[in-house]
């Protein structure tokens, strides 16, 4: 039983010199042979004196390699098996004719729970290790002061809203852009909404309001915390693009830029809303949305919450910790807190108020459209002409400026030229005034 628990030592010995590190691989050569060398040259007596040079790790080998062998040399049986597999064992006890199963069934077990680092084996967890498949901690989301701004990332009704609500709860002035209309923010904040063919007009009035405020704080003129937030900036940016003010759009790209760079130094902190993990589109370097919290949301879509997280955020989570958020009921969040952290926010008590369209001029609305500058005298012209009132789809037929493009954009610049009073809309359809 003695020559059996060395060649089980050396047997140990060989796997630990070759998992723990690649400095110990040429130990790890040394100790392999050990015990087949030692047996062709001096039978079990040659086994004893190689296993003592071999456990003589070589200069360089790092302090826990040694600690690994001393302790296997030690007849530690813990560490022996931990870095034994079963299939060790059973070879061993086979070679000897012995029954490995009935005379080891310690050892065969544990090795068995404990698997090496070794070639075809598997990992033995090390301290590290076990840290990173730890589950994750649960802790309510939280701004990180090391990275003041805010990327919320979240599929349509994945919990952005309310994660948002949560996260600015504390935050006194807060502006908020959006494209949807059916937002709500809390009651205390600035809530726009943009879009259709006063785009422009709005998004520049924006613009305007924001970098006179952002100025100010440049100039410490304005020292109190505030926070511009743009729902969906990637979607702004890109409706801008394509309805010819590409110029604008970039000023926009311009004021997130300059934000991100200098505003958390004077008390101006800016939040993007975002389905995407792509900053691309954002103009906005990786290496800037480090100066983020990120926070991804999920409750249908929680794989997309994740890999949007992972990627921004620099972090992966193990496939226990994926498998722990996939598994929690309702809204998650995943946010930083020295490390992916966990969480679930309850719904705001904070009093809502509908977001409202900017105070852009009504004349000013209508010089935006995308058409030609005669695009509105041909409309009216048109419902003149006509004795009875016409659909959106009917006027778009009769335009060759309007005919090229979609229903919804001859509707938008319809239902603008009727708000200020150029055209009737009754129902769904237009006419001329009396």
Known sequence: MDELKLELQNRAISHAAVGMSTTAQVAAVASALC????????????????????????AGTVAAIDGEIKA?????????????????IESIAQAHGINGAADFPKLQGAASQNPSNYSGGQTVPTAAQNDEAAPLPMAPAALDEAAPHLLLLGRTREGKSETLKHLLQGAGRVWYLTSKATD????????Y??????????????????????LKHLEGADTLAE????DEAVGIIQSLKTKGHKALGERLR?????????????????????????????????????????????????????????????????????????????????????????????????????????????????????????????????LTRKAAPMAAWEVRNHIRALKDG?????????????????????GNKYSATA
């Open 406 to 426: 979609p229903t919804d954009e001859a509707r938008n610049l319809l239902d603008t030229m009727a708000q200020v009073g150029a055209i009737v809309l009754d």
């Open 35 to 58: 015990w087949p060398v030692g047996l062709w040259v001096g039978g079990w007596l040659g086994v004893a004196a190689l296993a003592s040079t071999a456990a003589i790790i070589m």
């Open 72 to 88: 296997i040399e030690g007849g530690d049986k813990d560490t022996i098996k931990g870095w034994l597999k079963a299939a060790d």
């Open 184 to 191: 709500k923010v809390p009651s205390h904040w600035q809530g």
């Open 227 to 230: 926070w511009f937030v743009i």
């Open 254 to 382: 311009g004021f997130i830029v300059e934000a991100v760079t200098a505003g958390a130094a004077v008390g101006a902190y800016l939040g993007l809303l975002s389905q995407t993990g792509n900053s691309g589109p954002l103009g906005v370097d990786l290496d800037l949305l480090q100066n983020f919290s990120v926070v991804a949301c999920g409750k249908r879509k929680k794989s997309q919450a994740i890999s949007a997280f992972e990627k921004l955020a620099g972090v992966s989570l193990t496939p226990a910790q994926r498998a722990q958020v996939g598994a929690t009921p309702g809204y998650i969040q995943l946010w930083e807190n020295g490390g992916p952290c966990l969480s679930q926010i309850p719904v705001a008590a904070t009093p809502t108020a509908a977001v409202a369209l900017p105070p852009v001029e009504a004349a000013a609305q209508v010089e935006t459209t995308d058409g030609p500058p005669d695009i509105q005298a041909q409309v009216v012209d048109l």
């Open 193 to 214: 909404r943009v879009g259709g063919p006063a785009l422009a007009a709005q998004v520049g009035w924006i613009l305007d309001e924001w970098e006179g405020r952002f």
